[in-house]
T-cell receptor, first 115, second 110 residues
Framework: DAGVIQSPRHEVTEMGQEVTLRCKPI?????LFWYRQTMMRGLELLIY????????DSGMPEDRFSAKMPNASFSTLKIQPSEPRDSAVYFC?????????????FGPGTRLTVT | TQLLEQSPQFLSIQEGENLTVYCNSS?????LQWYRQEPGEGPVLLVT?????EVKKLKRLTFQFGDARKDSSLHITAAQPGDTGLYLCAGVNYGQNFVFGPGTRLSVLP
């Protein structure tokens, strides 16, 4: 398996522009997570889906952020309009159940810079 | 809100030294996980500990889950430059509620 795939790997955009980040989870994994990582705040959960349904979006910063999972093999995280404080590395992860626990598999991340 | 603390925040050691990093919380978790993250990559799962007092070994890495399932430690024996990275602990609650700590940034110098 190719693992979790994210695109683009790097994105540089100007303040006010729309940004769309994409994720393909590992086939057969039923849950998908979006995280944001910065030096100041560490790894923060934004939203997670189970069987394509959003379960917990309490980490989504504000209405400028939205996420969708139209099918089991694809998810998007959209920021509109983007702001410089959104600059971070955004990770997507999917989970597999192993024994009595869940294991997360992370993608390589998208490094977003908003100028 | 459940929080995890990790210490130390930064650690720089020479190749061959031993080290221990800690992960602490006031909350009980159903399991605890350790991840290692290298620059430019996503975190990679190293281990999951489930039972209070459990000890797991992965080559030169030893992981322990506290008896009360609130804390954990990671011990590395004879550290190597390849161990360099950000070590994250994650508490897992029933279901898929993952809570990540801020991480310990380890640098092993040759």
């Amino acid at each position: 398996d190719a693992g979790v795939i994210q695109s683009p790997r790097h994105e540089v955009t100007e303040m006010g522009q729309e940004v769309t980040l994409r994720c393909k989870p590992i086939s057969g994994h039923n849950s998908l997570f979006w995280y944001r990582q910065t030096m100041m705040r560490g790894l923060e959960l934004l939203i997670y889906f189970n069987n394509n349904v959003p379960i917990d979006d309490s980490g989504m910063p504000e209405d400028r952020f939205s996420a969708k999972m139209p099918n089991a093999s694809f998810s998007t995280l959209k920021i509109q309009p983007s702001e410089p404080r959104d600059s971070a590395v955004y990770f997507c992860a999917s989970t597999a159940r192993t024994g009595g626990s869940y294991e997360q598999y992370f993608g390589p991340g998208t490094r977003l810079t908003v100028t | 809100t459940q929080l995890l603390e990790q210490s130390p925040q930064f650690l720089s050691i020479q190749e061959g030294e031993n080290l221990t990093v800690y992960c602490n919380s006031s909350s009980v978790f159903s399991s605890l996980q350790w991840y290692r993250q290298e620059p430019g990559e996503g975190p990679v799962l190293l281990v999951t500990v489930v039972t209070g007092g459990e000890v797991k070994k992965l080559k030169r890495l030893t992981f322990q889950f506290g008896d009360a399932r609130k804390d954990s430690s990671l011990h590395i024996t004879a550290a190597q430059p390849g161990d360099t990275g950000l070590y994250l602990c994650a508490g897992v609650n029933y279901g898929q509620n993952f809570v990540f700590g801020p991480g310990t940034r380890l640098s092993v110098l040759p």
